[in-house]
């Protein structure tokens, strides 16, 4: 069954704790919290606040996907206040390596994100370390966005890097997921699937039941 990520960016913030009640009663187990910078993408909305916010008031694992430039004192922030997964976009940080190896050290899960324009061979040497690889379905940014159908094959390709090399990773994706691309991505080899606006404008179990069922 994969794992599904319903993300934040398309929950009705006025009903939040119920929206967050109604997931807890289904069978997915993560939340995903884009943080953005207004810079690194064009876009801002949460930050480390909602993160220890969140953390009071739920069990779900925070899978927070970090869209910043320079993102080591933020993701520091946002492990603190409680975020379980902490996935970066490589290209922002000068040093990844060490960035992984820090996450790492404080217990948590680290992850790298590929934006489409990204191949999984530029960052070949992070991919021994990684707790999860984010395929990035659509350019980063915004929700409500079409799934780009050619990354169903970076899916592939990361599956298969991960067998021929006894790499430990999860495969997320992200962007455009509903029942018929989240199909394509899971046979592919994805595990971990974040859906926004599917999940929230729509009948919010139901939608993820759809997902999980996969
Ligand atoms: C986009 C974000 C996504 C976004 C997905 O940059 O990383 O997590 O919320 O939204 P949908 O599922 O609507 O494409
Ligand atoms: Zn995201």
Redesign the pocket.
């Known amino acids: 069954m994969p794992i599904v990520s319903p ?1 934040l ?2 929950a009705d913030l006025f009903k939040l704790g119920d929206q967050i009640k109604l997931i807890e009663q289904t069978d997915a187990s993560y939340l ?1 919290v ?1 943080i953005m910078d207004g810079h690194y ?1 064009p876009n801002i909305n949460f930050g480390d606040k909602i993160v220890g916010e969140l953390k009071q008031h739920t069990a779900l694992t925070l899978d927070c ?1 970090i ?1 910043v430039n320079q993102p080591e004192q933020v993701i520091m922030d946002v492990a603190a206040a409680g975020g379980d997964i902490l996935t970066f976009h490589p290209e922002t940080s000068a040093h990844p390596y060490r960035l992984i190896q820090e996450i790492q050290r404080l217990g948590k899960k680290a992850g790298i994100a590929f934006d489409p324009g990204i191949a999984l061979s530029t960052y070949a040497d992070l991919l021994p370390l990684v707790d999860q690889v984010l395929v990035m379905t ?1 350019s ?6 079409s799934f780009l159908p050619a990354m169903v094959e970076k899916v592939a390709a990361a599956k298969q890097l991960r067998e021929d090399n006894d790499y430990h990773y999860d495969i997320e994706v ?4 509903n029942a018929d691309t989240g199909q394509q991505c899971v046979t592919a080899g994805a595990n971990v699937l ?5 999940v929230f404008k729509g009948e919010i179990a139901e939608r993820i039941e759809s997902l999980t069922r996969l």
């Open positions: 993300s960016l398309a995903h884009d993408v996907h869209m659509v980063p940014g915004f929700g409500g966005q992200d962007g455009g997921v974040v859906a926004g606006s599917y």
